[in-house]
């Protein structure tokens, strides 16, 4: 890196996650070089993902959101920057941008390396009633701020939050934390539409409060000053509403100035996050790089990405040679008491790369189930067809789903296989996990299934037709959750000695209330002759999930 050390002049456009990171790491790589960050909001770097608890109450000091102020950033890295100043165009030929300050004069910057980090807006439909003063966006400390300061001057009881993705939810629980009735609305089936839907209705059905309602399959028509309204003529009340439908990417100087806009929508760069201008870089929400799984472009506006983007656009605006591996998503939320994490391919993304794949679903405990405050956890592992290469994960839980998530997404950044998994040495003991972690249990359950150990059906893409089912729960169990229709009692503890009522010339499918008895009976059947059976993944509350039909025990 030494031999970069060179005078030159680096401007950013926008600060915030990757354009502040990207100052930081430039200065360090070339001690010697002029570098000046333009950003139209008035804080140069703040803690956007911080914003919703903020709201919530959970942070009480609105000085911790401020990461670096522009002084701050001068006496440490040398770095000039310049809030409220908004960059208008860009001259590629010249190497000049066109600058207006606060005072509204425009000025020229000429420019060696240029780094755009404008992020993405708020998508705000273009609907009757949206710019009356109680609907809001969130994108910043000044939205932050006229939020809280129309709670505080009271009235507001019933909210409507528009879109059930990451904002969505921690909006939702923010204002339920502030003792407000939350009804969220989404134009999908399900809550966060990036995860496979049985595990999206997991989730909802461990969000069981008053406080919180939803609405889904919906469509707004109209907001007016006490209501949202839907395209069935029906309507919400409301005092306040929350927009968080999606973002859009800033790229529109970027495109009026010749740069390429790749497929989804962001400003294509490579590997060293480089434009289609070499000496123009992009990096976080506008930005489009590689999704390590598939190879394909890929857009995915998170701060984590965003961070190390800037850091390499930084490095290498400054000289170095540094190269971004890609994004895989890795995401996650907490609404009210339960988490939601998820990462690498969905089922949907899966299909739509061409993988052949399957998937597997596991339920357990956060740590060891003796040990007091254990809580479920449930698992779902895509992997490849045939080699059992991990593509993707999605965990469900009240604790634990943090680390799990990470571990995953270590996994699939290292092409590990579900048999990697099955052996993964990780940390035990019982406050923290089991003897085999809820990792290396979902990792069993796809191993048996990639060898072809036992036959099994996953309820989000089969449905019953000529098989048998076989239910296999104690009979407390049927009693209170009922049976798959059409089902055939025998507890697993008198299947051996029941065997005999079974057909010999029909498929059999055993289910158990969760998965690891039915699995326990496809073992033992097979062992008695059995050649036509199978389990059914994630047992009968997995098919609950999936709608398959429910009746009577």
Known sequence: MNSANKAQRILIVGGVAGGASAAAKARRVNESAEIHVFERGPYISFANCGLPYFIAGEIKDRAELVVMTPERFERRSAIHSHVRHEVLS?????KTIVVRGPDGVQREERYDKLILSQGARPFVPQIPGVELPHVFTLRDIPDMDRIVEALGKGGVKRVVVIGGGFIGLEMAEA???????????????????????????????????????FRFSAKVTAFTESAVEFDDGTALPADLVLLSAGVRA???????????IGPTGGVRTNGRMESSDPDIYAVGDAAETIHVVTGARARI?????????????????????????????????????QTAGFTGLSSKQAAA??????????????????????????????AEEGTGRLL????????????????LATAITARMSVFDLESLDLAYAPPFGSANDPVNVAAFVAGHITRGDISSVAPDSWKPTDEMLLDVRDDDEIAEWGMLTGAVHIPLDQLRSRAAELPRDRRIVAYCQKGQRGYLATCALQGLGFKNIANLRGGFLQARLNAFAIGKG
Request: net charge neutral; proline share 4%; glycine share 10%.
């Open 175 to 213: 204002f339920v934390h502030r003792g407000l009735h939350v009804t969220l609305v989404e134009r999908n089936p399900h809550i966060l539409p990036l995860m496979d839907s049985d595990m999206a209705h997991y989730l909802q059905e461990g969000l069981k409060d008053e406080r919180l309602q």
């Open 250 to 260: 800033e790229v529109e100087m970027a495109r009026d100035a010749g740069l390429e």
């Open 392 to 407: 993707g994960a999605q965990v469900v839980g009240k604790q634990g789903v943090d680390k799990r998530v990470d571990v």
């Open 301 to 337: 506006a998170l701060a984590g990405p965003a961070n190390r983007q800037g850091r390499i656009a930084g490095a290498n605006a400054a000289g170095a040679r540094l190269n971004f591996a890609g994004v895989l998503g890795t995401s996650i939320v907490r609404i009210m008491d």
């Open 353 to 382: 790369a061409g993988f052949s794949f399957f998937t597997s679903l596991t339920r357990d405990w956060s740590h060891a189930h003796y040990y007091p405050g254990a809580t479920p956890l449930m698992i779902k592992l895509i």
């Open 90 to 94: 860009i001259d590629r030929p010249r």
